[in-house]
C-alpha cells in the first residue's frame, strides 16, 4: 500500500475503535473530529433504519454501535441453512439479526478488522445467545475464507471505506459460491459528482469521500464477473450522495478474472483525502 493507504486504513481502523471502546463504556458510538460531519444525522445513519422489533431484540451495545447507510437484512433475503458473510461487521447488529434467519443449520460470519469491534461483537453474540456465529480478523480486501463456501455477503456502510475497491470485488466473487448473491448498504454518488466534489461533501472515514459513483459501483462489480447488478438509492446522505441497495449474482459457470482490472472502479490513490474541515456547504443538506 502507498502511505497515503496506510493512513487511511489507520484512520479508519481508529476511528471505529474509538467508537467501541464509547459502546462498552456504555454510551453511544460518539465519532470525533476526524469522522463524518454527517454525525448526528440520526436519520441517515445508525440503528433507526433497522425494523424496531429486530432492535427491541438485540443487545443494546449491538445496537448503540451500529453506525451504517441502511438495512442490509431487509434485502438481503436470507433462507434456512445458508452460509452468510457480513463484510466490517462492527458491534454484530447484522450478524445477530442474520444468524437468527439462517437458523442453526447455517452459519454467519463477521469480519472486521478492529480488535474493539471484534471484543464488542463477541461479548453481544454471547449475551444474544447465537451459537451459529463466529468473527473474523481481517481486511475486506483479503477475505479469510475458502474460495465458493459462501451463499451471501452482506455489507453496511463499509465497502465505500476500502482503499482498493477493486480488490474487494474480486474478493467478494471468489469466496461465494457460484450463483451466490450480494445484498448491500453502500453510500453511492451520482454519476456528475467528481473525487474532488465527493471530498468536499464530508470525510474518507466518515463513508463519504471515498464513495464511487453509481456507474463506478456497477463497473467494478462487472469486471469481476457479476451478473444481474442493480443499485437502487435509498435516502441521500449528502449533496449528490446517497445510501443506495447493492444487489449482484454470481454466475454459475463464473471463472475468475485473470488479469487486473483494468478501468474499473477507483482505488484509494484516486480519490482525494479529507477532513471534516473540508466539508462544504452542501454537506449533509
Not at 489507520?10 to 456504555?26: I, K, Q
Not at 447484522?94 to 478488522?113: H, K, T
Not at 443499485?231 to 444487489?247: D, K, N, Q, W
Request: proline share 6%.
Amino acid at each position: 500500500m502507498s502511505i497515503d493507504q496506510e493512513r487511511l486504513v489507520e484512520e479508519v481502523r481508529a476511528r471505529y475503535a474509538r467508537a467501541a471502546l464509547a459502546v462498552s463504556a456504555g454510551g453511544p458510538a460518539i465519532s470525533d473530529a476526524s469522522a463524518s460531519c454527517c454525525d448526528g444525522e440520526t436519520d441517515r445513519f445508525g440503528a433507526q433504519l433497522y425494523d424496531p422489533e429486530d432492535r427491541q431484540a438485540l443487545p443494546e451495545a449491538a445496537v448503540l454501535a451500529s453506525l451504517g447507510c441502511g438495512n442490509p437484512i431487509a434485502i438481503a433475503e436470507l433462507r434456512e441453512g445458508e452460509r452468510v458473510l457480513d463484510l466490517g461487521s462492527g458491534g454484530g447488529i447484522d450478524i445477530l439479526l442474520s444468524a437468527r434467519r439462517v437458523g442453526p443449520a447455517g452459519r454467519a460470519y463477521g469480519l472486521d478488522m478492529t480488535d474493539e469491534m471484534l471484543a464488542l461483537a463477541i461479548r453481544n453474540a454471547a449475551q444474544a445467545g447465537v451459537t451459529n456465529a463466529e468473527f473474523l480478523k481481517g481486511r475486506i480486501e483479503a477475505i479469510p475464507l475458502p474460495a465458493a463456501t459462501i451463499d451471501v455477503i452482506i455489507s453496511n456502510c463499509v465497502i465505500n471505506l476500502a482503499v482498493d475497491k477493486n480488490a474487494v470485488f474480486a474478493e467478494m466473487a471468489r469466496v461465494l459460491r457460484p450463483g451466490g448473491r450480494i445484498g448491500v448498504s453502500d453510500v453511492v454518488a451520482r454519476d456528475d459528482l467528481s473525487p474532488a466534489e465527493r471530498a468536499e461533501r464530508g470525510s474518507y472515514v466518515g463513508c463519504i469521500a471515498g464513495a464511487l459513483s453509481f456507474g463506478e459501483y456497477e463497473a467494478g462489480l462487472r469486471a469481476v464477473g457479476f451478473s444481474e447488478i442493480s443499485l437502487s438509492p435509498t435516502h441521500e446522505v449528502a449533496g449528490g450522495l446517497f445510501g443506495a441497495i447493492v444487489r449482484a449474482t454470481k454466475p454459475l459457470d463464473w471463472q475468475p478474472v485473470a488479469q487486473p482490472i483494468a478501468g474499473g472502479s477507483p482505488t484509494a490513490r484516486e480519490l482525494p483525502l479529507a477532513t471534516t474541515d473540508s466539508c462544504g456547504p452542501d454537506c449533509c443538506s
